[in-house]
């Protein structure tokens, strides 16, 4: 394997054995009590807040700080993008995931380079949405299918980066299109032949690549329309 595909773990902290803390933004007072359920019925899962807006989680998450915040995009006054921007200047080690039924590429691209730790598509299963909330406290980042997919396309579409250490490995594009197929974490380290640490340690390069490619992506859109 290529680009530093080790055992290794670098600076993921582990935290298998404690309870995660999750607060929930949602804007649906269904969706959200069905989630606050899910995850209070859980083993090893705990709902620390569950707020209708971000707003509301703005001024009231710092009293129970979780874990992990599960939000929603578009939600009345302040967007889930907005609130992931002043969630992470305020709590820097604050980990967001969005859960949203737009799967359409600003939404998508906007939420995680504002900082979020994955994106998950509403119609994710329950075992799935628990598995990709563990991942990111794992350290991982949390990819619907068809998110994965936007990813990998947004590659495919970007101009030539500048520097070649921007592009995708062989080994982060098979990552993605396993991701693509449906395989979690589990899977694709038993299909790759790696540790689960090392696709997670992947999937970290693939996101700081991602920024950098869907910035360029943007300079270059911008530049044609600042020169017809």
Avoid at 64 to 77: A, C, H, K, M, N
Avoid at 156 to 172: A, H, I
Wanted: net charge negative.
């Amino acid at each position: 394997m290529t680009e530093n595909w080790t055992d290794q773990n670098l600076t993921m902290a582990r935290r298998s054995g404690q309870t995660i803390k999750v607060a929930l933004v949602e804007d649906q007072p269904d969706i959200r009590d069905g989630l606050k359920l899910l995850i209070d019925a859980t083993e090893g899962y705990s709902c620390t807040g569950s707020y209708g807006s971000m707003e509301e989680a703005i001024d009231e998450i710092g009293q129970s700080p979780p874990d992990l915040v599960l939000s929603d995009i578009g939600l009345p006054g302040m967007s889930g993008i907005e609130g992931i921007r002043i969630l992470k200047q305020r709590f820097p080690r604050l980990l967001l995931l969005m859960l949203s039924i737009y799967d359409d590429d600003d939404r998508i691209f906007d939420a995680l380079c504002a900082g979020a730790c994955g994106y998950l598509l509403k119609r994710t299963s329950a075992s799935r949405l628990l598995e990709g909330i563990t991942e990111a406290v794992m350290g991982g980042t949390s990819l619907s299918p068809d998110v994965a997919n936007r990813v990998l396309t947004l590659f495919r579409n970007t101009w030539p980066p500048q520097r070649d250490d921007n592009e995708l490995t062989s080994d982060q594009v098979h990552l993605l299109k396993l991701l693509i197929e449906g395989h979690n974490y589990a899977t694709a380290a038993e299909k790759l032949n790696v540790t689960r640490d090392a696709i997670r340690f992947q999937m970290q390069l693939i996101f700081d690549k991602m920024h950098v490619a869907y910035r360029s992506a943007g300079s270059r859109i911008l530049e044609e329309k600042l020169t017809r």
